[in-house]
């Protein structure tokens, strides 16, 4: 009866405050009482909670995690807007918990959710999906435009539902994909699991931008989470999506073996930025501006016309994306010794207006392209945020 | 599924509620309840299932001050309601049986139902049981108001009860085949 068996989820939440008032009832020292609050203070990081409801879905503007697992699903050939409906409030529920560390209902694992280390769970929705809810898509909402450079595999492209989950705390986001994997079984099948890192927490101070595998400080041109530009590149306006946006991911292989080859001149002129700081090569700092226009005594242009960072950017500033990927690194595939990359992900109004200028612009010429080469494509739909009481998808299933 | 209620479950230091959750009103009719003299009903889930039988499983609360007895339960969704207890049988198997008398959650205390522990049996279900649906089951009390306790459907894997042949031990008079394994989705079509 009562308190037999497992201990109640509601011992799990309570336990830590109950443990803190018997601390003082008992009548600790006050050296002690001072010392115990400031590591109260310093509470683990495994506390930190990212907000779940809201106008946006969080994962997006969220200072990004050290570990994301990205998941996209086949609906099954039942699965009707009814259905989809009951999927996204269960999804919502799972999510709306697990982010504030509580345990899903009926989560097998309680334990696994109370330490969310800034867990975030964010929704989106493919072509189908749409169709489905019997939605109108936005024209961008459809597989990308090939281009040359690309070299897509089915296994890592496309998909009806997609998934981020994402924490710094990588048992935590393992036990969230666990408990989205078992609630999404019954209405989707899965189609593929992308795992993707950057620099665990506390390895730098908040704020300091990645790096990537080639070692290159990867981040710094973005608009910034908090301002009126990136709501201008990243929110949509449109319908149901409105609060939403787009999600571009491409897995994008890197050559390091080849890279190896490259001197440190030639790697710095490849982007147009230094290794040790990230600075233009027009600058010292690394967030000086990119000049684009200035020229060494001989009169060549400092960033070269091939750099990556002068290719990425256009002279019309709606052709401009937020930029929030994550390195891979996974085990060797067919012989090979190497399986490297970086699952590029931008957010932005429109794809077609934001992105598509921007991929052509690097089709078409940019250094970077001889060591690198995407492998997997998709493009989502990520609708907005809701309210307590509401669910994810609500604007368009409702 | 889009009530807003309260989670009871979440104190003050995590001051958000979720969907999907059930307060139960309450009041013990002749004796002198006051308004805080309520139920709490915390995470209410049933799981979903496409046979004849399957469980509820949540958190009851006892604030009435008085001892409680349920003396019923009933539900749209099935014929009949029994509240199980789990026992071991004499070849050391956890079977589920009928409690005997039902359930008594004494003044201050919760009544915790749980995969593997005690919960309410719903059998004969006249329709399958679809995840993300809502239940609404009523529980009455040898006295006072019944409570109404609104129930999330849940696609619900493990646990470890013996729906299966075991069941049958305690008197059911279903086809084995009809719970169990059966609500693995891997490669079904049960939605
Ligand atoms: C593996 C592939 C890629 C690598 C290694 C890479 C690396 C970099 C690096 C090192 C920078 C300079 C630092 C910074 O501003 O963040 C940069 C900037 C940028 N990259 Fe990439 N990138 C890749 C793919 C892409 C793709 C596919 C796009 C878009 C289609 C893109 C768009 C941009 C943009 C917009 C900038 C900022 C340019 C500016 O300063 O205005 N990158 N990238
Ligand atoms: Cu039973």
Redesign the interface.
């Known amino acids: ?6 201990p ?3 011992q799990f ?2 336990g ?2 109950a443990a803190a008032t018997a601390g003082v009832a008992i009548g600790i020292g006050a050296d002690r009482a001072v010392l115990a609050a400031q590591s109260a203070a310093e509470a683990p990081h495994g506390e930190t ?1 990212e907000p ?2 809201g106008a946006h879905q969080a994962g997006i503007a969220t200072d990004a995690q050290a570990y994301a697992t990205l998941l996209a699903f086949d609906l ?1 050939e ?2 009707d807007k009814a ?1 989809l ?3 996204m ?2 999804l ?2 799972d999510a ?2 697990l982010t ?3 345990p899903a ?2 989560d ?1 694992e309680p334990e696994l959710a109370l330490h969310p280390a800034r867990l975030t769970i964010t929704f989106g929705f493919g072509p189908e999906f749409v169709t489905r809810a019997e939605g109108s898509a936005p024209a961008w909402l459809a597989p990308l435009p090939s281009f040359r450079i690309d070299a897509l595999q089915e296994e890592y492209s496309h998909g009806d539902f997609f998934v981020q989950v994402a924490s710094d705390d990588p048992t935590t986001a393992a036990h969230a994909v666990r408990m989205i994997v ?2 999404t ?3 989707a099948a899965p189609r593929w699991q992308q795992r993707g890192f950057r620099h665990s927490h506390g390895t730098f101070k908040p704020g300091v931008t990645m790096r990537n595998l080639f070692g290159q400080v990867d981040g710094t041109g973005n608009t910034v989470p908090g301002t009126d530009d990136f709501d201008y590149v990243v929110w949509s306006n449109d319908g149901w999506l409105a609060g939403g946006t787009s999600l571009v991911l491409r897995r994008i292989r890197m050559d390091l073996d080849t890279w190896d080859h490259v001197g440190r001149s030639d790697r710095e002129l490849s982007v147009g930025r230094r290794l040790d700081n990230g600075a233009p090569l027009t600058g010292e700092e690394e967030h000086d501006a990119l000049d684009l226009s200035a020229t060494d005594a001989g009169g060549r242009p400092v960033i070269p016309p091939y750099a990556h960072a002068r290719r990425a950017r256009s002279d019309d500033p709606r052709e401009r994306i937020f930029r929030r990927g994550y390195n891979y690194d996974d085990p060797p595939e067919g012989g090979g010794d190497e399986n490297s990359g970086q699952l590029f992900m931008s957010f932005q109004a429109d794809v077609d207006a934001q992105f598509v200028p921007l991929q052509r612009r690097l089709e078409e010429l940019d250094l970077l392209n001889l060591w690198t080469t995407p492998i997997g494509s998709s493009v989502f739909a990520i609708p907005p945020g809701c309210q ?4 994810v998808g609500e604007t368009l299933l409702e | ?4 209620i309260k989670n009871t ?3 003050k ?2 001051a ?5 959750l059930a307060l139960g009103g309450f009041a013990l009719a002749g004796c002198s309840a006051t308004a805080e003299e309520e139920l709490t009903v ?2 209410p ?1 049933v ?2 299932e496409a046979g004849d039988m399957t469980a509820m ?1 949540g ?1 009851i609360e006892n604030t009435t001050g008085s001892d409680l007895l349920i003396d019923s339960i009933e539900t749209e969704v099935a014929d009949t309601v029994e509240m199980h207890e789990m026992v071991e049988d004499d070849s050391g198997n956890m079977i589920m049986q009928e409690i005997e008398g039902g ?4 003044a201050g ?4 139902l ?5 919960h309410f049996m719903f059998m004969g279900l006249h329709d399958e049981l ?4 809502t239940v609404t089951v009523t529980v009455h009390f040898d006295e006072g108001e019944p409570l109404t306790i609104e129930a ?1 459907v ?6 470890n009860e013996p729906y299966g042949d075991e069941h049958d031990e305690h008197g059911g008079d279903h086809d084995s085949d009809e719970h169990g394994d059966d609500h693995d ?2 490669d ?4």
Do not use: C
């Open positions: 009866m009562a308190e037999s068996g497992s109640s989820r509601r939440l309570l830590g405050a909670v779940f409801f099954r039942e699965t259905a409906r009951r999927m409030s269960i919502t529920d709306a918990r504030q560390g509580i209902l009926a097998s078992k609630d079984r019954g209405f307590e009481g509401g669910y | 599924m889009q009530k807003n479950r979440i104190n230091l995590m958000i509620s979720v969907t999907g915390t995470d889930w799981r979903s499983f958190e359930f008594t959650i004494p205390e919760t009544l915790v749980e995969p593997g522990g005690d679809l995840a993300g649906d999330t849940k696609d619900f894997p493990g646990g989705h891997d079904s079509g049960d939605h």
